[in-house]
């Protein structure tokens, strides 16, 4: 999960000449669309899905490969400024990989949701899981973050992003961390069902 760049500055002339409300996707590099062409990270094919449902709203980008929670907290600020009508939140994989106490990353991600909370902003948490082989004890409490904080901020959570995706014959890439194109594309359905109920027409 290799470092990478926000998409804050691209973005921000787009910004002054669109007055549709933002959906901002906040992740780390299975929001960026790592590893994927241009144009075909899950952010992408959502705003697809959103326009040809009718809904008006700008989807944008702030995935960054390689952040962990830690480096969610620190940019939140940035993210609160951009003024998101809903973000969905997805970070936690780069913890796990790294056998970060579960705690240290609940607790980051708590304070990201209480930020946002405070803003005003909807949110939808985007739950992620690790490989068995990281012990079932410590993907067990890993998962169940999600979950638990989803009930502590009453915030609605797709538990798993990866889903119908993950272990998929075409739908991962050769790491089998991050999406292909057609694995982006269901990430995108499943991330939409749950984001809908939020949104406006």
């Known amino acids: 999960m290799d470092a990478g760049t926000s998409a804050t500055a691209k973005g921000?002339?787009?910004?002054?000449?669109?007055?549709?409300?933002?959906?901002?996707?906040?992740?780390?590099?299975?929001?960026?669309?790592?590893?994927?062409?241009?144009g075909a990270?899950?952010?992408?094919?959502?705003?697809?899905?959103?326009?040809?449902?009718g809904y008006h709203y700008r989807v944008v980008n702030e995935g960054v490969s390689g952040n962990t929670?830690?480096?969610?907290?620190?940019?939140?600020?940035?993210?609160?400024?951009?003024?998101?009508?809903?973000?969905?939140?997805?970070?936690?994989?780069?913890?796990?990989?790294?056998?970060?106490?579960?705690?240290?990353?609940?607790?980051?991600?708590?304070?990201?949701?209480?930020?946002?909370?405070?803003?005003?902003?909807?949110?939808?948490?985007?739950?992620?899981?690790?490989?068995?082989?990281?012990?079932?004890?410590?993907?067990k409490g890993f998962t169940a973050n999600y979950a638990s904080l989803g009930r502590q901020f009453?915030?609605?959570?797709l538990p798993f992003l990866l889903q119908d995706v993950y272990g998929v014959e075409g739908m991962m890439q050769a790491d089998n961390t991050h999406a292909t194109a057609a694995g982006n594309e269901i990430v995108a359905r499943h991330v939409m069902g749950a984001l809908t109920p939020l949104l406006k027409r």
């Open 69 to 139: 929670t830690k480096d969610g907290v620190e940019r939140l600020g940035g993210i609160i400024a951009m003024h998101p009508s809903v973000v969905v939140l997805e970070f936690g994989g780069n913890d796990g990989l790294r056998g970060l106490k579960v705690e240290t990353t609940r607790d980051n991600l708590a304070a990201m949701l209480k930020g946002f909370k405070g803003a005003g902003v909807k949110v939808l948490i985007a739950g992620i899981s690790l490989p068995p082989d990281y012990g079932p004890d410590y993907v």
């Open 154 to 157: 009453g915030t609605p959570v």
């Open 12 to 38: 921000d002339q787009t910004a002054i000449s669109d007055g549709r409300p933002l959906v901002v996707c906040f992740g780390d590099s299975l929001t960026a669309g790592y590893g994927a062409d241009p």
């Open 41 to 53: 990270s899950y952010p992408d094919y959502l705003q697809k899905g959103l326009d040809a449902a």
